[in-house]
């Protein structure tokens, strides 16, 4: 028998690239505590990985398809993600914080 989806098996769908790129940029940028990761360095590491894959993607296309929403992930393998991006009316870069 078919069942629904879950939630849970909706996140398994983020592409192999995505995961490869916050794993490099979390380990690159870990201080001991958090690893701060700017939402353009994971947009730019994560196409990085796509081109060397040999498969297309896009800026627009990562954002279309959620590809960046992997807090839920990265908690359930036992992180506190915390994203934030600005308001219409600030000017700071988006970024993603994660910490033990």
Known sequence: MIKP????EVVGVI????????NKLIANHWNGKEAT???KDAVKE???NFKNSGKKMTEDK????NYLDVEGL???QG????FDKPAYNETYEA???FRK
């Open 62 to 65: 990562l954002f279309e398809m």
């Open 5 to 8: 989806i879950k939630p849970e």
């Open 37 to 39: 990761i700017l939402q």
């Open 46 to 48: 994560t196409l990085n």
């Open 15 to 22: 592409p192999d690239e995505v995961i490869m790129a916050f």
């Open 74 to 76: 990265y908690q359930n």
């Open 95 to 97: 970024y993603f914080v």
């Open 79 to 82: 992180w506190k993600v915390d």
